[in-house]
């Protein structure tokens, strides 16, 4: 809920708590958490599709899934994807139908200002790409975050890691448990699962387009 103050700030609530512990806010960052709570709500009841909080991007055929919380630069690194010849397809949700695979959720990439709260939206064109269309398999998941100055030296997950990965940032995991793993196993069953701490994301990603060729060749 979205209440005015007397100061002409607003307050954002749910369950009559405010949310993030924020007590009076801007009318623009108010409406920005007020959208991805309607987001995560869309998420937790769309009941034919499982959301998984990711990053996502396309390249030859199949999907880069990079499930994180917020603050763990996904956002950065699929905007590095698109940079370098993916095909966007979110920078928040990975949605995942009944058959594993991924379908578009192409909102505007939304990037943090100076690693605070608020946040720029860029359409993906701005980036010189272009957004996805139809499902797709995945081929990759990513569980990495950012950390100045890491170097990129994986370790490969098993599948089954990989799906308990994307169960962990799942938005109905509670409240569709059975559902959400099958969805997610069938997503990860023939994925490459890669895990480790990335540097910058510019210098990642062209290595992770060559891998997911790799693996899919």
Do not use: C
Not at 67 to 90: E, I, Q, R, W
């Amino acid at each position: 809920m979205l209440e005015a103050m007397t100061n002409g700030n607003f307050i954002v609530t749910l369950d009559d708590e405010e949310l993030g512990g924020i007590q009076s806010i801007d009318l623009d960052l108010a409406l920005e958490m007020l959208e991805a709570q309607l987001r995560v709500f869309l998420g937790t009841w769309a009941t034919d599709t499982t959301f998984v909080h990711a990053g996502v991007v396309a390249h030859e055929g199949r999907a880069i899934v990079i499930p994180a919380a917020s603050f763990a630069g996904k956002t950065t690194l699929v905007a590095a994807l698109v940079k370098n010849g993916a095909t966007y397809y979110s920078d928040e949700f990975a949605v995942i139908n009944a058959d594993g695979h991924v379908i578009p959720y192409p909102k505007p990439l939304s990037l943090r200002d100076d690693g605070g709260w608020e946040q720029t939206d860029h359409a993906i064109e701005s980036l010189g790409g272009a957004a996805g269309e139809g499902p797709i398999p995945v081929g990759m998941v990513v569980v990495t975050v950012y950390e100045p100055g890491a170097k990129w030296e994986p370790k490969r997950l098993s599948a089954g890691a990989g799906a308990m990965i994307m169960v962990k940032n799942a938005i109905p995991a509670q409240e569709r448990p059975q559902q959400v793993m099958a969805a997610v196993s069938r997503a990860s069953r023939d994925a490459l699962v890669l895990e480790g701490e990335r540097g910058e994301a510019d210098e990642l990603a062209p290595v992770l387009l060559a891998e997911l060729e790799r693996h899919a060749g």
